[in-house]
């Protein structure tokens, strides 16, 4: 058995990290909101944003009035014409499009377009995917767009347009890195920019961000990432869409993209992705017919106490007696994507509780099988992310729902009380966040192995059949 295990001074490590984290965040954020209305007005009034009448690359511009604006007119006026307009109708997220020649200034994170006709106009975005959750959409940095008869001389001027988005929120965390920023840059760039050549352009980068997902951000665009927080020169795009398109949790609807992409083609970008970077080789499968199916044991970090198998060693034991060979997996913010794409892509099951950790299942290949362990109370969430994944990918895919007597939550509450013995009625007017906490962060499973056994054996006949078909 491999073990792949983060020490737990590294899981310290990274409990300290995140906090820095969150502090700086929090710092910068207040910081910068002073600084930046003051930029905002400078830029918008000051005299030294020379005109650029005779901009080579300015194209025709297809003017389309805002709608804000349009309501705020009054009636019988014709509405002004902008080179943006935000659409902020959609339940997920807002999207702005530059249809002309812009200027961006990452020191005041605002885009300028030029209109000599027209008088000065603002409008704000904040291009992250989760338009329906306040408190996060409060902690993402808002970006500027201005129209009006000047801009900023250009400094470094750029071919391909910009898609521009936020890494901040929770992308820390791996299931929100692909479902709020991956997965619907994906959406976005085949949407706008079917032929690939865009620039990516980053508002709260992280260098932890750009290189945990260096292979998959060159694979979506071969030019280098702007990022906001890196620079201060003025850069010049063709145009430019800000914000990212998202069709729900991890998921990609054909029918809203022009070219019919699926999360198919998300998963085959991701084998472009690590084929072109191998870190590793792919571990060698055993040739001969009769080997066993291999089982990644996705098990959650040193650093978190809660959706653990505290008989994970019985477990295992169980595993084996069925006829796989078990690999345990503890990845950590540090683990290699490389490396685990190269794992679970060459293995036949994968298996572990609800978590973010399950995310690696966009590694699993088509026909393979994956087992989730479903505690009480994340019924609803299992399905909606990781479910989908399975349904998206054409993975097999099983749940094993916990019963009362499997949840650590019955020592503490007792049987009949109705956060066990009903889940979806105490989370019926929601999900607040005391009883998240409960289901999410004080339960462990000691899974029956008598009716765990069951479910591997499944399992098992599914991985044979994928295996069989393999060949
Ligand atoms: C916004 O998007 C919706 C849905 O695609 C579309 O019907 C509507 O016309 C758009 N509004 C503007 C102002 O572009
Ligand atoms: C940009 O910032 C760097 C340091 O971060 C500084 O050395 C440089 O002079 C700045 N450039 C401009 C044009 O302000
Ligand atoms: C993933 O698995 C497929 C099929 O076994 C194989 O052809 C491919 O090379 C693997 N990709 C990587 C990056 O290891």
Redesign the pocket.
């Known amino acids: 058995m491999k073990k792949i295990l983060g020490s737990s001074r590294a899981a310290i490590a990274t409990t300290l990290f995140c906090l820095l984290l969150l502090w700086f965040h929090t710092m910068s954020l207040s910081m910068s909101w002073i600084s930046r209305i003051n930029n905002i007005i400078a830029a918008t009034s000051s005299p030294t944003y020379t005109f650029n009448n005779n901009q080579e690359t300015r194209v025709q511009i297809r003017t389309v009035a805002s709608q804000q604006n349009h309501q705020l007119l009054p009636r019988g006026v014709l509405p002004m014409s902008y080179q943006f307009s935000c659409n902020r109708t959609y339940l997920r997220y807002d999207l702005c499009t530059i249809d002309g020649s812009t200027v961006l200034d990452p ?1 005041t994170s605002t885009f300028f377009t030029m209109d000599p006709t027209s008088p000065v106009h603002v409008e704000k975005i904040r291009p992250y995917p989760r338009k329906y959750e306040d408190y996060i959409m409060g902690q993402i940095k808002e970006l500027n767009l201005v129209s009006g008869p000047s801009s900023p001389q250009c ?1 470094i001027r750029h071919e391909s347009p910009a898609i521009v988005f936020s890494a901040g929120g929770y992308t820390g965390n791996l299931f929100h890195a692909f479902n709020d920023g991956l997965i619907p840059l994906f959406i976005t760039a085949s949407s706008f920019y079917p032929d690939g050549d865009f620039i990516i352009v980053v508002s709260e980068f992280h260098d932890w961000w750009q290189s945990k997902y260096a292979e998959i951000l060159k694979v979506l665009s071969k030019h280098p990432i702007v990022a906001l927080e890196k ?3 003025t850069h010049c795009f063709p145009s430019a869409t800000l914000g990212l398109i998202a069709h729900g949790f991890m998921t990609i609807d054909p029918t809203l993209i022009p070219t019919s992409k699926t999360l198919m083609h998300f998963r085959d970008l991701l084998e472009k992705a690590y084929t072109q970077n191998p870190i590793l080789p792919s571990p060698p499968l055993d040739p001969k017919p009769e080997r066993r199916p291999r089982l990644v044991l996705t098990c959650r970090g040193n650093d978190v106490s809660s959706r653990r198998i505290l008989n994970q060693d019985e477990v295992i034991q169980v595993m084996k007696e069925i006829g796989f060979d078990v690999i345990v997996f503890q990845p950590n913010r540090y683990t290699s994507l490389s490396e685990a794409y190269a794992m679970l892509n060459s293995s036949h099951v994968m298996v572990g509780v609800h978590g973010a950790a399950l995310t690696h299942a966009l590694f699993l290949r088509p026909r393979s099988v994956f087992m989730q362990v479903v505690p009480i109370g994340t019924e609803w969430a299992a399905d909606a992310f990781y479910g989908r994944i399975a349904k998206g990918l054409n993975v097999n895919y099983l749940e094993y729902k916990i019963r009362v007597e499997e949840s650590s939550l019955m020592e503490k509450y007792g049987k009949d009380n109705v956060l066990l013995k009903d889940p979806s009625a105490v989370q019926k007017k929601g999900w607040p966040t005391e009883i998240m906490d409960i289901y999410l962060k004080q339960q462990n499973v000691k899974l029956d192995l008598v009716r765990f056994r069951k479910s591997l054996k499944s399992a098992y006949l599914m991985a044979k059949k994928f295996m069989h078909k393999e060949r």
């Open positions: 020191t400094t620079d201060n020169a």
